[in-house]
């Protein structure tokens, strides 16, 4: 079976473009997460839905981070404009209804460098 | 609120070695408790979990205990190899309504040496 999915596995961008991370979820999974990941903070939980329905975006930094998913098996993580203060490892997560609270499958990773 | 207190790092040992990385929580009511491990370049990966009080959860050589009466989850192992370097990281869940959401220990960084 595949796993979580995400692209780009890396980025390098300028301060003040746009960047779009993706996220395949595992089909069948009906909760998706956003995480992000630096050294300072450690793990932060941004935003999650379920059923593709945002539940909980109160982890979103400020305005420029936006997130959707448009349907059970993609999801997207926008930063407009990007700063370098948003360098990190951005996760996507996903797990589902029957399964134990908290096990959650992750995706290796969008490593984001704004310069 | 829910919180998760993890033994600082970083943890230094040779092959073979006992590993043990204390782990505490605050929870306002009997949460799930979890170990996932994050190797070089990959994402987090469950390790093991325990639901209720005095499960013991286990995988790969690694145990924990679920302790309701000292509130911890401390991960063990009794020989640790070179490839058991990585980051654990504790975390608790509550469900609450439709909330499934994790709350992570700031992680621990393993390194063992051959």
């Known amino acids: 079976d595949a796993g979580v999915i995400q692209s780009p596995r890396h980025e390098v961008t300028e301060m003040g473009q746009e960047v779009t991370l993706r996220c395949k979820p595992i089909?069948?999974?009906?909760?998706l997460f956003w995480y992000r990941q630096t050294m300072m903070r450690g793990l932060e939980l941004l935003i999650y839905?379920?059923?593709?329905?945002?539940?909980?975006d109160s982890g979103m930094p400020e305005d420029r981070f936006s997130a959707k998913m448009p349907n059970a098996s993609f999801s997207t993580l926008k930063i407009q404009p990007s700063e370098p203060r948003d360098s990190a490892v951005y996760f996507c997560?996903?797990?589902?209804?029957?399964?134990?609270?908290?096990?959650?499958?992750f995706g290796e990773g969008s490593r984001l460098t704004v310069l | 609120g829910n919180s998760v207190t993890q033994m600082e790092g970083p943890v230094t040992l040779s092959e073979e070695a006992f590993l043990t990385i204390n782990c505490t929580y605050t929870?306002?009511?009997?949460?799930?408790l979890f170990w996932y491990v994050q190797y070089p370049g990959e994402g987090l990966q469950l390790l093991l979990k325990?639901?209720?009080?005095?499960d013991k959860g286990s995988n790969k050589g690694f145990e924990a205990t679920y302790r309701k009466e000292t509130t911890s989850f401390h991960l063990e192992k009794g020989s640790v190899q070179v490839s058991d370097s990585a980051v654990y990281f504790c975390?608790?869940?509550?469900?609450?309504?439709?909330?499934?959401?994790?709350?992570f220990g700031s992680g621990t960084q393993l390194t063992v040496l051959p």
């Open positions: 997560a996903s797990s589902f209804l029957g399964g134990p609270p908290g096990e959650l499958f």
């Open positions: 089909s069948g999974h009906d909760y």
């Open positions: 839905f379920n059923n593709n329905v945002p539940i909980d």
């Open positions: 929870a306002t009511g009997y949460p799930s």
């Open positions: 325990a639901t209720k009080a005095d």
């Open positions: 975390a608790l869940s509550e469900v609450s309504g439709s909330a499934r959401q994790l709350t």
